[in-house]
């Protein structure tokens, strides 16, 4: 049974740091990559970043540039999200999910997406205070 293990979400100030990890069992993490998602209350879930299933290929959503760091240890069948400089908008359950690549979409009035998806983490929460 595929399945992904979200962790290391929490409460932190504005200007903070959190990393979030995502353990994979029951499948190769290897063969998959892994992008990290985010809802906050009241709004749709949007793609944050995704790396490739040998980490040579990486993509950020322009609210993670510069501030967010994805990477993975397939040794450990893990993919981390660092993040720095938090801010209270990035408040949100964050989810992993893994599929064959990282299709990043943005569909007008849609919000940034990676699709192809196909097994999901049940989140981990983050809360960012002012």
């Known amino acids: 049974q595929l399945q992904l293990v979200e962790s290391g979400g929490g409460s932190v100030q504005s200007g903070g740091s959190l990393r979030l990890s995502c353990v994979a069992s029951g499948f190769t993490l290897d063969l998959y990559a892994v992008g990290w998602f985010r809802q906050a209350p009241g709004k749709q879930r949007e793609g944050v970043s995704c790396?490739?299933?040998?980490?040579?290929?990486?993509d950020y959503a322009d609210s993670a540039k510069g501030r967010f760091s994805i990477s993975r240890d397939n040794a450990k069948s893990t993919v981390y999200l660092q993040m720095n400089n938090l801010k209270p908008e990035d408040t949100a359950e964050y989810y992993c999910?893994?599929?064959?690549?990282?299709?990043?979409?943005?569909?007008?009035?849609?919000?940034?997406?990676?699709?192809?998806?196909?097994?999901w983490g049940k989140g981990t929460l983050v809360t960012i205070s002012p």
């Open positions: 790396i490739s299933n040998n980490g040579f290929n990486i």
């Open positions: 999910a893994a599929g064959l690549q990282c299709k990043a979409t943005k569909v007008e009035g849609r919000p940034y997406y990676y699709y192809g998806m196909d097994s």
